[in-house]
């Protein structure tokens, strides 16, 4: 299992993409699990599997294309922000 919280924060185009072909060729070549965090939504690709997080709870999972439909717990996470 490799964890990787917020690993392209600050990067370039370039230098991201470069760590997401590396990890995605971990995870075809070696079978290996990754828990990627972050707040870019671009590098999700819809056959990812994603879980929203908000103050340490779920507030959702499913495949990207399902979960951006129901907005809900998106919602939720702005109200309860403040």
């Known amino acids: 299992?490799?964890?990787?919280?917020?690993?392209?924060?600050?990067?370039d185009i370039k230098a991201r993409a470069g760590i997401l072909e590396v990890v995605r060729g971990l995870v075809a070549d070696e079978g290996i699990g990754v828990l990627w965090a972050t707040h870019l939504v671009d590098e999700i690709r819809d056959d990812d599997h994603v879980v929203v997080l908000h103050k340490g709870r779920v507030l959702a999972t499913a495949l990207p294309v399902p979960l951006l439909a129901q907005e809900a717990p998106i919602?939720?996470?702005?109200?309860?922000r403040h």
Do not use: I, Q
């Open 1 to 11: 299992m490799l964890l990787l919280d917020e690993p392209t924060a600050g990067l």
């Open 75 to 80: 919602r939720s996470a702005r109200r309860s």
